[in-house]
Antibody, heavy 117, light 107 residues
Framework: QVQLVQSGAEVKKPGASVKVSCKASGYTFTSYDINWVRQATGQGLEWMGWMNPNSGNTGYAQKFQGRVTMTRNTSISTAYMDLSSLRSEDTAVYFC??????????WGQGTLVTVSS | DIQMTQSPSSLSASVGDRVTITCQASQEITNSLNWYLQKPGKAPNLLIYDASNLETGVPSRFRASGSGTDFTFTISSLQPEDIATYYCQQYDNLPYTFGQGTKLEIK
């Protein structure tokens, strides 16, 4: 069965970086884009960007340009989302999601990133 | 960016009721719309794709329709397990954007 398993919760200081991983199983990792979506506590869903695991091509929301980097390691079917220059407003749960076409059909369990001094 | 406006923001209904949520796009998006359900502490679940197609395994009491700028999501007979927050999401233009969510509660 398809699964996306994300890395554990992180606590970071303002200005630091965080790297969240998303390990895929149950399907061919390079056949579907991976997207990242975040959700601040009690808030809605915010799309951050996409990555094609086959080519490594990426596309980021303008809001995160220059601060986010999405990469992958195909040998271990894992996608990564790196967010730098963290601020308190980046405190959120970060989800990876597989894109079937342009629908997110499988999601990771979410990774809580807390930014606090 | 395309703004997605859901209505209502919250809704209280009884088991067995018909429930309707609307989603309006700030510009034409043809049928480039998905609907998700999210339960507390969980990741969202895809219910409907391409505005009206039921995702495999999703109960047939969930329906959706619409195109252009106006979309509707309906639960024909509310069940206790449907308590969740529902989101629409457009994929016509990047960045993908979500509605603010509709929190559904049991009366």
């Amino acid at each position: 069965q398809v699964q996306l398993v994300q890395s554990g919760a992180e606590v970071k200081k303002p200005g630091a970086s965080v790297k969240v991983s998303c390990k895929a199983s149950g399907y061919t990792f390079t056949s579907y884009d991976i997207n990242w979506v975040r959700q601040a506590t009690g808030q809605g869903l915010e799309w951050m960007g996409w990555m094609n695991p086959n080519s490594g091509n990426t596309g980021y929301a303008q809001k995160f340009q220059g601060r986010v980097t999405m990469t992958r390691n195909t040998s271990i079917s894992t996608a990564y989302m790196d967010l730098s220059s963290l601020r308190s407003e980046d405190t959120a749960v970060y989800f990876c999601a597989r894109a079937r076409g342009e629908s997110f059909d499988y999601w990771g369990q979410g990774t809580l990133v807390t930014v606090s001094s | 960016d395309i703004q997605m406006t859901q209505s209502p923001s919250s809704l209280s209904a009884s088991v067995g009721d018909r429930v309707t949520i609307t989603c309006q796009a700030s510009q034409e998006i043809t049928n480039s719309l998905n609907w998700y359900l999210q339960k507390p502490g969980k990741a969202p679940n895809l219910l409907i794709y391409d505005a009206s197609n039921l995702e495999t395994g999703v109960p047939s009491r969930f329906r959706a329709s619409g195109s252009g700028t106006d979309f509707t999501f309906t639960i024909s007979s509310l069940q206790p397990e449907d308590i969740a927050t529902y989101y629409c999401q457009q994929y016509d233009n990047l960045p993908y954007t979500f509605g603010q969510g509709t929190k559904l509660e049991i009366k």
